[in-house]
């Protein structure tokens, strides 16, 4: 563990690589999460088992404990808030006071030269993991075909997108060129209304014209997506899908994707789980109700393990879209039954920033959470010293 005011603790690599965050509610069963053994000489366990095919990209790190997300019988919501916070939300239950997100310090930091600074998705409703700051949280959009409008304009081919983004802008100038025509008629307090309005316009005017410019140089894309799969596995799979997308054409270089939120009733009836997902999470230590978690806990990691692979196939230059990323799995919850956050699962996947992958972590036991987020804000070129109650970085890692 490197303390995190060091010079080492502060390097970063040379290429800004890409940074995605994957969240999973309730936590995971600790016996069949945690890998045996340690360093490289580890085994995957049950849960992770998925993730053998792309194991040199995968760093598990076990210990992890968020001290911010706990308070007794803390809700859902507090453990989803603080994930990418770890800030303590100050005596709110369900309100978004968390102070920025990991994400976005990264987003102001290296996301400012893409069209979007930053990609929030989700595959079900409700809540946010991130936080521009206090009281600032950012939707999660569900509808892939909304994500793909967002990346590349509306419009079924890059001809019809580059003309609608050409109207667009000159609507916006039009936009522009009146409120400072109307601005010199109004009162101060007036003014101030529109200085607000207009920053709004200049953001996405800014976004419109990076949209424009690269535009010509995207090639063919694929369709837009229809809508929102009925289907649940295939809308996650199109969410990751969109995602690899954003970063494969260079729209965004952090994304993250929200799988299943805090507290749901969703069921699983494609692993034999038709209990909902939240009450089962109650286990009481039942084996038969760990065992069917354990099912939904590895459907999670079935279907970003599949992600993982889809990146391997993005080649870029002598490797692939992996050696280029950092991608942090992982839940805020440990044991859901007690809804403690200690022991988190979590794992980063890719081996950007200098990640050496094909390791198993195992860190004292309370290690702050804040130390890996540190560790990949840092890897990444994001300028921090300190991140929530974070004591240093994994220099092993």
Not at 35 to 60: A, C, H, N, W
Not at 91 to 112: C, F, L, N, R, V
Not at 236 to 245: A, K, S, T, Y
Request: overall charge negative.
């Amino acid at each position: 563990m490197i303390p995190a005011h060091t010079a080492l603790a502060n390097t970063a690599a040379a290429v800004k690589p890409r940074l995605g965050f994957i969240y999973i509610p309730h936590g995971a069963i600790e016996r069949f999460w945690v890998p045996q053994g340690k360093g490289k000489d580890f085994q995957f366990s049950r849960i992770l088992k998925p993730m053998e095919g792309v194991r040199d990209y995968v760093t598990v790190v076990t210990g992890l404990r968020n001290k911010s997300g706990e308070r007794q019988n803390p809700p859902h919501g507090i453990t989803e808030q603080t994930w990418l916070t770890c800030q303590d939300p100050q005596g709110s239950t369900w309100g978004p006071e968390a102070g920025i997100s990991i994400d976005q310090m990264a987003a102001k930091q290296i996301g400012q030269d893409t069209p979007l600074s930053s990609l929030e998705l989700c595959a079900e409703p409700g809540g946010a993991t991130s936080y521009r700051g206090p009281n600032q949280s950012l939707p999660l959009e569900g509808n892939p075909r909304k994500v793909f409008y967002s990346m590349f304009g509306p419009g079924d081919s890059n001809t019809d997108r580059v003309a609608r983004l050409k109207a667009t802008d000159s609507l916006l100038d039009y936009v522009l060129e009146s409120s400072r025509s109307l601005n010199r008629q109004l009162g101060a307090a007036d003014r101030a209304l529109v200085s607000d309005y207009l920053e709004s316009v200049r953001e996405v005017e800014g976004r419109v014209q990076k949209l424009m410019a690269k535009a010509d140089s995207l090639g063919e894309l694929p369709d837009a997506p229809r809508g929102t799969p009925d289907d649940f596995t295939e809308l996650v799979d199109v969410q990751f899908e969109m995602m690899l997308l954003a970063f494969q054409t260079g729209q965004t270089r952090i994304a993250s994707l929200r799988m299943i939120k805090e507290a749901s009733m969703r069921t699983f009836p494609t692993v034999n789980v038709d209990e909902a997902f939240h009450p089962l999470s109650h286990h009481g230590e039942d084996p038969d109700k760990q065992e069917k978690l354990a099912r939904v806990q590895t459907y999670q990691i079935e279907r970003f393990a599949r992600f993982a692979k889809r990146m391997t196939s993005v080649k870029e230059g002598d490797g692939n879209m992996l050696d280029n990323s950092i991608i942090l799995y992982g839940s805020n919850l440990g044991n859901s039954d007690l809804h403690n956050c200690s022991q988190l699962p979590e794992l980063v996947l890719g081996k950007g920033g200098g990640f050496k992958g094909g390791q198993h972590i195992a860190a004292p036991k309370d290690t702050p959470h804040a130390n890996l987020l540190l560790t990949i804000a840092q890897r990444a070129g994001v300028k921090v010293e300190k991140f929530g109650d974070a004591t240093g970085t994994f220099g092993e890692a």
